[in-house]
């Protein structure tokens, strides 16, 4: 892969920031750089924050001067919720950047969110998510990120992964990500980053290399009966679309 700029998106709960630290160390093991480090060389604290690098819009006063370093030759992942912007689909046209979009069944991602939120108010620790105050308010939370996954999933190039599909099947997923990367599997270099990032088996002490549950469909077993139906209804069109059942 050419690209030197890669951006990795997901759903707000659907193991984003796992999915970012597995894309990051899986490309400074095949020699691309540290962002933390390329965001303090190139004064980024602005445009890049939090741990993970994140970006909060795509829209070109931000872009622009993140995308400077990987034009000097200095291959980086960045994390994002947003949406693609004009400007990124100008971008992935012309093949300067690439983006990695991670997904959830989004009744198991506003199930997380609601949680999330709740943990922390009873901590009180407000985060994120704890203006959540209902189930309800969480779908229509996670409403709009399931337009912005519609989004990604329309632009050519990009690399669509089911938060699922990387619990039940990680090797595969792996792979798959290592071919998109242009990465060569048999290096033993990367598969130490294959050890580290495997599903309830990273390692609970370096936040970003293991699920706090992780637990596929659980949902299901949480719902009512009448929430499951109406979130159900409430998404149906998207999750026939995402690949989910009923």
Same mark, same amino acid.
């Given at each position: ?24 160390? $899986?490309?400074? /093991? ?6 933390? !480090?390329? %965001? ?7 445009? @890049? *924050? ?59 991602? $506003?199930?997380? /969110? ?6 922390? !108010?009873? %901590? ?7 203006? @959540? *105050? ?113």
């Amino acid at each position: 892969m050419r690209e030197a700029l890669i951006i990795s998106a997901g759903m707000p709960r659907a193991g984003s920031g796992w999915y970012y630290n597995l894309v990051h160390d $899986l490309v400074v /093991a095949d020699g691309g750089q540290d962002a933390r !480090l390329v %965001r303090e060389q190139y004064h980024l604290q602005f445009f @890049l *924050t939090e741990v993970n690098c994140n970006i909060s819009t795509l829209k070109p006063f931000r872009l622009i001067p993140v995308m400077f370093p990987a034009l000097l030759g200095n291959k980086y992942v960045i994390k994002t919720h947003a949406g693609p912007t004009d400007f990124t689909r100008w971008l992935h046209h012309r093949g300067t950047i690439s983006t990695i979009y991670i997904f959830r069944d989004p009744r198991a991602a $506003l199930l997380s /969110a609601y949680e999330y939120g709740q943990r922390g !108010l009873m %901590r009180n620790r407000q985060n994120a998510f704890s203006h @959540l *105050t209902s189930l309800e308010s969480a779908a229509e939370f996670m409403r709009f990120y399931v337009h912005i996954w519609e989004a990604w999933s329309r632009i050519g190039g990009v690399l669509l992964v089911r938060y699922e599909n990387l619990v039940k099947d990680f090797e595969v997923e792996f792979k798959r990500l290592a071919e998109t990367l242009s990465i060569d599997m048999n290096e033993n270099k990367l598969k130490l980053v294959f050890d580290i990032y495997q599903p309830e088996r990273g390692d609970t002490q370096r936040k970003g290399t293991h699920f706090s549950k992780g637990q596929v469909d659980r949902f299901r077993r949480v719902f009512t009966l009448t929430q499951l139906e109406d979130f159900t209804s409430m998404f149906k069109p998207e999750l026939e679309r995402m690949g989910y059942s009923d």
